[in-house]
């Protein structure tokens, strides 16, 4: 009978995580649809690189709004209710970045979708890792990740299906798409339950033990009640936004804001984002070709995910992400070179180019991809956990903004004079309206991929002093942890 109970609450909390993680879906969908859009609504806008950095920058800054505003009110209504609110804006912003008549519109379109994205981006984790056991809660986390990645390539496939190079209109259904997943994660979250941790913290403890029945090993239930009603004992003042940078909070604080850095500073964006543009400056011939090498990427992201979440909780974090980044450093020093000596290299430069990026991603997606969110949803008190991970993502969004904004700018610097990479390409003329081939010249992103693996170089020193293990470790047994002034490396199961 116990092993019976067991299973059947092993597999709902499964259930209830993997509507919950939608939410990833979106997110990953709304980031990574723009990248085939953007040669599209480029030429139909006849707008510079400058513009289009501005578009993709106008989402970020509407995550970072959201993911700033957000975390108190998780705190005060709940997690459930917060990610319902995500899911309304997704399916309003799909329809209003679609329909945009002008390049502003899209600016503006782009911004409130944003929202959304930066809501989501701790609501969901959080939600998730409080509603998980113990022993499955790394797993659990994870799916938002694998969600992530899985929305990525829907959006790349979504792109190569309404890709025509003679229809500069092509862009619209792109963002019509993400309507469906929105709708879904609105209906689904409408029947989950809040978590129980969020209850026994407005002293719900009746519903907060009705839920843990169904989800939580039933020795456990007791345990857990217990444990969250001592670390509510603790402090029973009202928690803000100063709490969390009190003194015994600093180094979580660091490791928040640390990964999520690392994370974007690496550059994972310059390749979601503008994958397509990249690989039409190593030499793939006309928009859809680029965008067949992004669901290149989006296919090794998926199946890496898909092998991070087995091996997040045996490997363990700290393991995992040393692993990850030492990856990452070598393809993107790999990359660099590539780009360098494109010119010697001739046609094998461009096959070399794709391997690498896929190996980029591989390593990225073991590692740093779920690690960030993962983190976050662990190491801050349950008091503060709402405002502690809105930070973390606040983090994430800003730097991610940061490297979407600067990609071209940093290529721009980093280009030696006379090594610009030209290309040959099929563009839309308003003076004589048709279609042309120009010579454009792209500049050489060689400088730009070792600047980021100078900073990968950075984030394993950063890493081996402020990265703890948090596998197998209780939420409650990390807070006590941090009260305690214990180390990073020191915190253990």
Known sequence: MKKEQNAY?????????????????????????????????????????????????????GAVIGAMFTG??????????????????????????????????????RLFLGLAIGISSFSVPLYIAEISPTRLRGRLVSLFQLLI?????????????????NDLSSWRPMFYVGVIPG????IGMLFLPETPRWLMSKGRETESRQVLKKIEEPGMVEVSIQQMKDDLEKDKSRAGLSEVFKP?????????????????FVGINTVIYYSPKIFMIVGFEGARAGIWGAVSVGVVNVIFTVLSIFLIDKIGRRKLYFIGMSGIVFSLLALGAVFAFHASLGDLGKWMAIVFVWVYIAFFAISLGP????????????RVRGI??????????FFNGLVAFTFFKIVKLFTVQGTGIVTHEKLYDAATNSFIMQTVNNGNPAG??????????????????????TKGVSLEKIEEHWRNGGKPRDLKA
């Open 183 to 186: 709708i879904i994660l609105l």
């Open 9 to 61: 609450n092993k597999h709902l909390v499964v259930v209830i995580a993997a509507i919950a993680a939608t939410g990833g879906l979106l997110f990953g969908f709304d980031t990574g649809v723009i990248s085939g859009a953007i040669p599209f609504f480029q030429q139909d806008f006849q707008i510079s690189d400058s513009m289009v950095e501005n578009i993709t920058t106008a989402g970020l800054v």
């Open 72 to 109: 108190r009110l998780s705190d005060i209504i709940g997690r459930k209710k917060v990610i319902l609110i995500a899911s309304v804006i997704f399916v309003i912003g799909a329809i209003w970045s679609g329909w945009a008549p002008n390049d502003y519109t899209l600016i503006a379109a």
């Open 149 to 165: 990645t899985i929305g990525i390539l829907v959006s790349y496939l979504s792109d190569l299906a309404f890709a025509d190079n």
């Open 448 to 469: 730009a991929f070792w600047f980021y693996a100078f900073i990968g170089i950075a984030g394993l020193v950063w890493g081996y002093f402020f990265l703890p293990e």
């Open 388 to 397: 502690g991970s809105s930070i973390g993502s606040l983090s994430n969004w």
């Open 371 to 382: 690690l960030g969110w993962l983190f976050i949803s662990e190491v801050f008190p349950l």
């Open 248 to 264: 015994w909070l600093r180094t979580v604080l660091i490791i928040a804001v640390g990964i999520m850095f690392f994370q974007q």
